[in-house]
């Protein structure tokens, strides 16, 4: 079981996602819908995996994985994005990104991805 928590400017997105990880056993700590603050809840719940959407109002989802990479450097991101933004997302993978995930999310994939990162799977391109 992963202590999760989910980023997303949707509410519905973040929803969703919340169900599908704790249908499969998951705990989903905290929810964000902004980049500042994930930020800040990553510090106060410090959760085992971070799902994190790349395209928010505000500050995006790889400057908020860059300033969490930077409190923790082992921190376990899982970028979501939309078919088409394959620059931000090769940008996340150098940054530290675990994995990505394509909108829309398929549950199934998401689970999977989400077990993979917990059992130390390197980066991959995992379109859902």
Known sequence: MARVMVVDDSV???????????FAG???????????????????HMPDVVTMD?????????????????IDPEARIIMITAVGDQDYVLESMRLGARQYLVKPIQA????????????????????A
């Open 12 to 22: 519905a997105v973040r929803r969703i996602i919340a169900k599908i990880l704790v």
């Open 54 to 70: 790349i395209k928010m109002r505000g500050t995006d989802g790889i400057q908020s994985a860059r300033q969490i990479l930077q």
């Open 108 to 127: 199934d994939r998401l689970v999977s991805v989400v077990n993979d990162v917990m059992a130390g799977s390197g980066p991959t391109t995992s379109a």
């Open 26 to 44: 998951h705990e989903v700590v905290c929810e964000a819908g902004d980049s500042e603050t994930a930020v800040e809840l990553y510090g106060m």
